[in-house]
């Protein structure tokens, strides 16, 4: 067994090289910026900040040291200087300056409050086409990806099926940092294109979570246990969970392990070594949440939970502050999100798949 900063680390960091050495003994500008990559996904962000900085006079115009800025910014819990490297990135790129405008938002610190914007139904779905439906998220040109027990099918805009892939068990779906959704089964996990088969100690799958290096979590309630694996599905390391009911893991961008504990109200955020960074107790109206069975974690740490005891979906800060919520007239069963603007709101009560805007 491994130990638990080394089961959850990620991949090895190795040696950069030294040759050519700079003038003043500094690595090159690109090796200290994949040194930092590598600190950061390895749970180390201020050695990964420090690196950041011995790149920058060299790199740090471009977007690729302004992208690592934004992630580790977001290790070191630095919202708006998240949002700064999302603003210096924004020239050509509009969806990263919407991105800016609602870190800030979500901050407190922008021109508006962040609100939750009903959208109206999605056309052509009723209750006998929900019935099936465990999670959902949004999907490419303005469509959807859908879970259901038997698979993951995908809507166009009018809602109309344009696609289907088996995968026994459907459990939990979620997108990864480009937008491809990552679908979990009881012993499968899709991925993109991948179908990816997983190891036989994991006994009860219910939650799966891509990480920004390209492997993924999957959460076993069996004991419980988080299970880190490659992207082929290779195992990397185990580690026990100590959450009283755990029914969730979420990955940032930064490589920190967001775990969810169903009836304690609570989100535990890890470092991707897996040392405790915080802990969130999420309430509404003041209370806590009693049966967190979802959430999704944006850009910059902040969280959108679904609660059952509500039935609403919830906007919070990365620092655990109420921000927004849905109304009471949709009763919310799960909810898919982007981080950025569309959220998709499952209500099988009224039938219907809500469109909302964040």
Not at 71 to 79: N, S, T
Not at 313 to 337: E, H, K, M, N, Q
Not at 347 to 354: I, N, P, Q, S, Y
Request: proline share 7%; hydrophobic share 45%.
């Amino acid at each position: 067994m491994l130990t638990l900063a080394a089961a959850l680390a990620g991949p090895g960091s190795r040696a950069a090289s030294t040759y050519p050495p700079a003038p003043d003994g500094r690595l090159p500008p690109r090796e200290c910026l994949e040194a930092s990559r590598l600190a950061l996904y390895s749970g180390r962000p201020d050695q990964a900040y420090r690196l950041l900085l011995l790149a920058q006079p060299d790199l740090g115009g471009e977007n690729r040291w302004l992208d690592l800025a934004s992630r580790v910014f977001l290790a070191l819990d630095r919202p708006g200087r998240v949002a700064e490297a999302f603003y210096h990135m924004a020239p050509g790129n509009p969806p990263a300056l919407a991105a800016a405008k609602a870190i800030l938002d979500r901050t407190g610190e922008g021109p508006s409050r962040p609100i939750l914007t009903d959208q109206g139904r999605w056309r052509g779905l009723d209750k006998k086409a929900l019935k099936p439906f465990v999670a959902v998220a949004p999907g490419a040109d303005g469509g959807a990806e859908v879970l259901t027990e038997d698979g993951v099918e995908r809507l166009d805009s009018e809602g109309q099926a344009s696609g289907f892939r088996a995968l026994q068990g459907g459990r939990d779906l979620t997108l990864d940092f480009s937008g491809k959704p990552l679908a979990l089964g009881e012993g499968t996990v899709i991925w993109g294109a991948s179908v990816i088969k997983l190891p036989a100690d994991i006994a009860k799958p219910v939650s799966a979570a891509p990480a920004p290096d390209g492997s993924f979590f999957v959460l076993d309630r069996a004991e419980p246990r988080l299970f880190r694996l490659t992207g082929k599905g290779a195992p990397m390391g185990n580690v026990a969970v100590a959450l009283n009911d755990p029914v969730r893991v979420r990955v940032d961008r930064a490589g920190q392990i967001y775990l969810a504990d169903r009836d304690g109200g609570q989100i535990r955020v890890y470092g991707a070594d897996m040392a405790i960074v915080k802990t969130l107790h999420l309430s509404f109206e003041g209370k806590p949440l009693r049966k967190i069975t979802d959430f999704q974690v944006d850009m910059a740490g902040n969280l959108l939970a679904v609660d059952l005891s509500t039935r609403r979906a919830l906007l919070y800060s990365s620092s655990g502050r109420f921000l927004a919520a849905t109304g009471a007239g949709v009763r919310v069963d799960a909810a898919g999100w982007d981080g950025l603007n569309t959220l998709l709101l499952l209500d099988h009560r009224a039938g219907a798949l809500w469109r909302y805007g964040s």
